[in-house]
C-alpha cells in the first residue's frame, strides 16, 4: 500500500487530488502541508492522515508519492526536493515557469529512476483516447488543420478568490497561456502523435483587473498559430473571459475526415468521414470548473495513472518527458508574442 502526501491543499486537491486518491485501493493519503495549516488539517479530518508544518516534515515521514499543488512559482523546487529524496512526484500544471527548471525536474527523476508526472488530464479524457486511435488508424488520413480552444471565465470562479495568486506573475508566471495552454498544446501532441515545431502568437490581458482597478499581471487571452513536423497547421485560443459555458473543444481537419472531440453538448466525440457518413459518440463528460465547483465530480483518471506509473515503473502518457516537450512550446510561445516573431522550437 503506498503511503501518499499532499503538498498544497488548495481547490485542485480539495475537488481532484484527495477524492481520487480516497478511491484508489493500492495508496493511502498519510500526509499533507499547506502554508495555511488550517488547509491541511481540514483534509487530515475527513482522509485522515497527519498535517505537517514544512515540506521537509512531510517528506521526512515515509510518503513514497506526493502530489505537488501549490502555485506555480514553486512546483520546481518543491518537486526537485522531493525527487532528492526519492519520493516519486505527479506535479500540477503547468510543470515550472523556467525552461531549465522544467529541465532539472526531468533530468532528477531520471537519474533517480522515479516516476513525475504532470497533471495533463487532458490525454486521458475518452474522446481524447478515442480521437488518438482513429488519427492513429488514418480515419481522417492526414491532418492537414486542428483549432483548439480552451476558456471558461477565470480562475477566480475556481478558487472562490477575487485576486488570487493564478493573477500575480511573480506567482503564476503565466496566464491563460500556461494555465490553460498547456493542456491544449500537450493535448496537440497526443492527438496529432508529432510534435509542434514552430509558433507565432500573441497574448493579451485583454479585461481582467484586479480589484483596484488596474490590469492583472499576466495574460488572460493567448492566441497561438502553431506547425507540426508533418506541416500540419493550425490555432490554439486560450482564455480567462469566456463569461459564459466554458468551451473546451478540439478539432482535426484531415485529407479523409473531421474529429470533433467536445464540441458538442451530448457527443463527446463526432467523426465526420468524408463520404458523408457520420459517427456520434457519447463517450464522456469533460471535467469543468464548473462542475467541480458546483459539486458535481468526474473523475479524471490522474490519480489511477499516477498509481499504476509508481508500482510497475511504467512511463505514463503524462510522464516529464512529455510536459517537456509542451512546455518548450509555452515558453517558445511566450517569446513569439513579446518579440513579435516566429519561432522555431527545437524538440
Ligand atoms: N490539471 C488541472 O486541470 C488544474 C486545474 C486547476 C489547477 N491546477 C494547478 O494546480 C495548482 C494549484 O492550484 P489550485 O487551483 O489548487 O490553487 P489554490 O490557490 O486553490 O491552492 C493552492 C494551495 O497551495 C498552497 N501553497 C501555495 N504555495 C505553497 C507552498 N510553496 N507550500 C505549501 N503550500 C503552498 C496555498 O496556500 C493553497 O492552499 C496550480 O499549479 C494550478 O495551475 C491544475
Known sequence: MLRIGIIGCGKITQVRHAPEYAENSQCRLTAFYDFLPERARDLVAIYGGQAYDSVDALLDSGVDAVSVCVANADHAAVSIKALQKGVHVLCEKPMATTLADCETMARTARDNNLTLMLGHNQRLAKAHVEARK???AGEIGQVISFHTTFGHPGPEGW???KNSWFFDKNRAAFGAL???GIHKTDL????????????KSTFRTLDKKFPDGTPISVDDNAFCIYRTQSGATGQMHVS?????????????????????????????????????ETEKLAL????TNEKQTTGGRVSTGVIDTFIHSVLTGEKSVCDSREALKAMRVIFA???SSLEDQEMIIEQ
Open 159 to 161: 478558487t472562490g478568490q
Open 333 to 335: 510561445a511566450e517569446r
Open 284 to 287: 464522456d463528460e469533460l471535467t
Open 178 to 180: 500556461a494555465d490553460l
Open 188 to 199: 496537440l501532441h497526443y492527438l496529432l502523435g508529432e510534435s509542434i515545431i514552430s509558433v
Open 240 to 276: 480567462w473571459t469566456f463569461y459564459g459555458q466554458e468551451d473546451n473543444s478540439t478539432i482535426l481537419y484531415g485529407t479523409k475526415g473531421i474529429l470533433r472531440c467536445y464540441a458538442d453538448p451530448t457527443y463527446s466525440l463526432i467523426v465526420e468521414h468524408a463520404n458523408g
Open 134 to 136: 482513429r488519427v492513429e
